[in-house]
């Protein structure tokens, strides 16, 4: 059907005329989506059956991916790009008088994660199936996903996001394919054949019932699936029908703890049940699970999965403890994101054992053999043992369980890596040398330059080929043409050229204008403190101080926009304050006529995936300035990276590669630097205040906080930032805000030196090929997941 322009015409005014019972002239673009969307997903169903053939038939190894979060944005245009349809769809609507860009635009984002880790578990996705790698991702169908973001009065408000308020046309529901899972009850045993035998009684079961996604390959007919499960309450318990309700946003209080737990025992047992269920099917035994299956833990989320499967060896299959650990051993693999010591889970002994009373057991065990090992390597250095121990203090340390229940452990970055092997996990390094491995983060360059810039594609197309769409190494290639003054030429207008779309699109979201010959400088992360948004504040405050009192700079200086994007979570109080002081110096700064012509400030509503694919085509500046050693990698850093932005970042995360790849010269790097953090930290021997009292440049903004500066506000309204830099500044604001400055002076010199900077936007676009999710997964799939490629 989408062989031909006049094929697809065809079958696809029948489908409109046909479901909505009108002429195909008087569909809305709505109803245009779901026809163009249910005919794609139909298309690609027959490679869908035939990719599942061949695993079966070849007794193919896969991956399940089980991650919380999976930030997947729309669907439809990536599925058309991948299936090499986009052309002939596009000329058809063409054709039809209809614009493919306001169907495509009527799709909900998926918005099933909250940053960095949610969307690199679906860039991953793409690259798996890309790849020809049999490989699935596991979640839960939150009824739910990440909240809508408004601010009123420049404040954050979250409002509840529906996106299946629509129907959700790529899913397919397998409603006699649903399991059950228990939770609460008591666990009686009894003796059989000299074993102990476990007999879970008076569970509360909750029904799950499997959803499946299709995740389309680039031009290579694979087809590999999403599952995401939904919760059905069995009886009249109304509490269970929440467990698929909402997505959790990751900084989230005491309130609501069961119920995270109970999601992610949720999800690991039923889409466990139904991996073992298909494994026993087509091999009739779970002797060889790990041979066939890899269980991949993203994060400590589905941590679960290693008590769960040995539940089932041991209860279900009858296996010996020693074999079933050797089976769950070799099938489960994690990866750690964070190393914020509060971000790393634990949970109440007494909550797990009261939820999950088999699963508890099980730990116990865990925790007891765990005990055993090691002493064999500590002796009695009790201290010690007991800060490596499963159970501690009455809490269930999550990592520690993966870091014992799997075969591979892996950090995100190499900075990161190195940070866990030599501070944070390095006793579990030394016991275990062999699992500790890095696999440095990636992005699909296919949805992050293939798709959402069209203009630079075609503009690397022009001077390179089009192999790097499937052979992203190409982009080295553009190396020979970074000096040449036409190629630059045409890269400015390629620049220019989003600037203006994303301009034309903020004007009409946010309601002002932007200058597309100014710098645009662009932070768009999830509000944290380690982030320091709250540093670029102060800076653009620093600014707008320096261009009203000096006229020389204010003549020297190009105009810059700084456009901010990010959600605060809803509990995150500082997080919630630093968006309100942004908004306030933004009304500040917009309105001010003396310096709106050299700065203006724009804090986009609701910054997501799909807007993300608008503004980092457009960036001329990437600001990655986390407080070294706190961003485990980053992935927005290496979307800019691609698009031709130029990075003022610190020497963290993936940064380090960034800088190592394309060259200190070629980015603007300051700050303090990992050790130096580390040292801070171990001696608590920063002092903020002092820093304060003996640099003018940092008392005079951190002093405009409180002293009436901003009229619009009450006197105290960021009070508490300005006592929290005061008093603490635990990231390090004060003391790198010098160094900031300083880089940013060379951003806005650079810039006015348009020769020199395409040159080095261009080496950096150049130099990205190493970010692809591609290498990435080509690195998973040999050294961690020993998957075989799939040939349709
Ligand atoms: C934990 C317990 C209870 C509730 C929520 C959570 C929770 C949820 C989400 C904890 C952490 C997260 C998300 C973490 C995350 O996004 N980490 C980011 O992962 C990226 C991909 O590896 C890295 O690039 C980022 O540096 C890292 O911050």
Partial sequence: MFSSKELFIDAYINRLEDTFGISYKEADNYQKYVILATLVKEYALN??????????????????????EFLMGRLLTNNLINLGIYDVVSEAMEDLGFNLNEIENKESDIGLGNGGLGRLAACFLDSIASLSYPGHGVCIRYRKGFFEQKFIDGNQVELPEKWLENDFVWETKHENESVLVPF???????????????????????????????????????VNSLILWDAKPCGDNEEDY???????????????????????????????????????????????FHEKVTLHINDTHPTLLIPELMRILIDEEGYSWDKAWHITQNTCAYTNHTILAEALEKWDVNLIKRLLPRIYLIIEELDKRYNAE??????????????????????????????????????????????????EMKDFNEIYPHKFNN?????????????????????????????????????????????????KKDFFRVKQGCK???????????????????????????????????????????????LREDSAFYQNFHPQTFIFGAKAAG???????????????????????????KIKVVF??????????IIIPAANVSEQISTATKEASGTGNMKFMMNGAITIGTLDGANVEIVDLVGMENAFIFGLRAEEANEYYKNKSYNSREVYDNDNMVKTVVDMLVNGFFTNVGKDEFKPIHDDLLNKDYFFVLKDFRAYVEAQRKVNELYKNQDKWLEIALKNISNSSYFSSDRTITEYASEIWNLRKMSL
């Fill in 47 to 68: 490679n869908w059956t035939k990719s599942k053939e061949v695993i079966k038939n070849n007794h193919h190894k896969q991956v399940y991916y089980f991650s919380m």
């Fill in 184 to 222: 609460y009850g008591v666990i009686n045993t009894k003796e059989a054949d000299g074993k102990l035998v476990f007999r879970h009684d008076e569970a509360v079961f909750v029904e799950a019932i499997p959803y499946e996604v299709p995740i389309i390959g680039y031009h290579n007919n694979v």
């Fill in 242 to 288: 929440k467990i698929a309700d909402s997505l959790y946003p990751n900084d989230s209080t005491e309130e609501g703890k069961i119920l995270r737990l109970k999601q992610q025992y949720f999800f690991v047992c039923s889409g466990l049940r139904r991996i073992v269920n298909q494994h026993k099917q087509n091999y009739q035994s779970m002797d060889n």
């Fill in 374 to 423: 090691l002493m064999e390597h500590f002796g009695d250095d009790k201290k010690r043992i007991n800060s490596l121990r499963i159970i501690n203090n009455n809490l269930v340390h999550m990592a520690h369980i993966c870091i014992y229940g799997s075969f591979s452990v892996n950090g995100v970055a190499l900075l990161h890596t190195k940070i866990l092997k030599e501070v």
């Fill in 439 to 487: 696999k440095t983060n990636g992005i699909t360059h296919r949805r992050w330059l293939f798709s959402c810039n069209p203009l630079l594609s075609n503009f690397l197309n022009k001077y390179i080929g089009k192999s790097w769409i499937t052979d992203i190494n190409q982009l080295a290639r553009l190396n020979d043409f970074v000096s040449n003054p036409e190629v």
């Fill in 500 to 546: 203006e779309k994303l301009a034309d699109f903020i004007e009409k979201k946010e309601g002002i204008r932007l200058n597309v010959d100014s710098i645009f400088d662009v932070h768009v992360k999830r509000l944290h403190e380690y982030k320091r948004q709250l540093m670029n504040a102060l800076h653009i405050m620093y600014l707008y101080n320096r």
């Fill in 571 to 597: 509990s995150y109080y500082m997080a919630k304050k630093i968006i309100k002081l942004i908004n306030t110096i933004a009304d500040k700064v917009n309105n001010d006529e003396t310096v709106n012509d």
């Fill in 604 to 613: 986009v509503e609701n910054y997501n995936v799909s807007y993300a694919e």
